[in-house]
């Protein structure tokens, strides 16, 4: 749908929003309505059909929670209305804004805006609603951020899009996930979409760094602080200056240093050992743990002061086995690669090959995957990938011998899980795989798996 042949309403409690939108859209659109009171909707909504809503995140109400933006857009759902809706938001609430995409909203615009990117989002979600598309990824390839984030899956097409939102912005990022899903190439990929993209990106491994070499690594020392210091020395905070800064395993900072590192971020200063001068620093933050968020806001092991200070948004990796669609295209990316690097025939997969890796359960998850296929790519005969090119890694191999009985316990209980909830809804399998937490692909396997 063109925009000039749109209706769009505009819900604000700020004259001045109103006014200026309506401005903008007025020679734009068809037909544009401006409503200060968001419980007016229902008689907007009855009176006219609107094609898009601009909503605020925030208005002086007797709601009060931060949340009212996700309230209203519930309530504007609840009229089923065909409306997309754009999140109007200021910088400070990004991370309920993102929650918003998860609730329904179609996109979500900060003020105070470009009125150029006002217009643009206002288009793209008209596109979408022509097309019947949730999600537009910015990649045109549909699968590929960079060289090394790819991803089919709606999984990796929601961080896509969230990275594409967040990536322009300075918000700090915790990014979580289990081991070998890729959380380092995800905090490149943000960075490389940032406004600090010709400016250093430092990585830092903190569960590497020892107690005694963790001020002098992040924050630096002044000759003689110490035995070792021969010289001075900037810390990994003052080497991303203008740039990004990466703390890998964040968790794993002791609690008594926790505070130390606050402190920094909260001053957005460091000070060298050795020295009492303090050193002002511009660092965009990311960090990135695999333990989950319940378990990180443990106060006995994290301080909850600093998850809110680096956390303005959290992006959750899948692992590799909720990324069904993903599993033969990464495996054909790393072939090529390691192909090129061992200067070998470009393999292809034959058929048992690819069922082989498609119903394999990947502890290990990318990075697992990864390692079979190099390995593959270097002991194979032929240009083609059978199912005993294709081991396992042995490290994972003997983790689940250990664990077989319990995971024989656990089919049982998770085909009984299946049955009962494809039963309450009725053999509808999109709304038993949404409840599952489960693509339909992953899920139709388990249904042959059980031979439910």
Not at 49 to 77: A, R
Not at 232 to 260: C, M, V
Not at 287 to 312: G, H, M, Q, W
């Amino acid at each position: 749908m063109l925009l000039k042949n749109a209706s769009i309403l505009i819900i604000d409690d700020d004259q001045d929003v109103l006014t200026a939108v309506r401005l903008l859209l007025k020679t734009e659109a068809k037909e544009v309505v401006t409503e200060k009171n968001p419980e007016n909707r229902r008689w907007h909504l009855s009176k006219d059909s609107f094609d898009v809503i601009l909503l605020d995140m925030n208005f002086t109400s007797s709601i009060n929670t931060g949340n009212e933006g996700i309230f209203w857009l519930k309530e504007i759902q609840k009229l089923k209305s065909e409306a997309s809706v754009i999140m109007i938001t200021a910088y400070g609430d990004i991370d309920l804004a993102v929650r918003s995409l998860k609730e329904g909203a179609s996109d979500f615009v900060i003020k105070p805006w470009h009125n150029e990117k006002l217009l643009s989002t206002i288009k793209e979600t008209l596109k979408r609603k022509s097309n019947k598309t949730s999600i537009t990824p910015f990649s045109a390839a549909d699968t590929i951020i960079g060289k090394e984030l790819l991803g089919e899956s709606e999984a990796m097409q929601q961080i896509f899009y969230k990275i594409e939102k967040i990536a322009p912005t300075d918000a700090n990022i915790l990014i979580l996930g289990e081991n070998g899903t890729g959380k380092d190439i995800i905090a490149k990929a943000i960075h490389q979409q940032s406004l600090r993209k010709n400016h250093p990106f430092i990585k830092v491994d903190v569960g590497a760094l020892t107690e005694s070499l963790f001020e002098s690594e992040l924050f630096g020392h002044k000759k003689g602080a110490f035995t070792d210091a021969r010289e001075d020395r900037p810390g990994r905070f003052e080497a991303a200056d203008k740039g990004t800064l990466f703390l890998d395993e964040i968790a794993n900072i002791p609690l008594h240093l926790q505070a130390k590192l606050l402190s920094v971020l909260q001053n957005r200063q460091v000070i060298r050992l050795g020295t009492n001068e303090p050193l002002p620093i511009d660092i965009r933050l990311i960090c990135a743990t695999n333990v989950s968020l319940p378990e990180l806001a443990n106060e006995n092991r994290f301080r909850k002061d600093l998850i809110y200070r680096i956390n303005t948004v959290e992006i959750i990796v899948p692992p590799l086995r909720k990324r069904d669609n993903d599993i033969i295209l990464l495996a054909r990316h790393f072939s090529r690669v390691y192909s090129n690097k061992y200067m070998k025939p470009l393999p292809e997969f034959d058929t048992k090959g690819m069922e082989k890796l498609l119903n394999y359960h990947y502890p290990g998850n990318v990075r697992e995957l990864q390692y079979i296929i190099e390995r593959a790519v270097i002991m194979a005969d032929d240009s083609i990938l059978r199912p005993n090119d294709l081991i396992f890694s042995p490290i994972e191999s003997s983790v689940r011998s250990e664990t077989e009985p319990a995971e024989m316990k656990l089919s049982a209980v998770e085909k009984n899980t299946i049955l009962k909830v494809i039963e309450k809804h009725s053999g509808n399998i999109t709304k038993a795989a949404k409840e599952l937490g489960l693509t339909r692909t992953a899920l139709y396997r388990r249904i042959s798996k059980y031979d439910i």
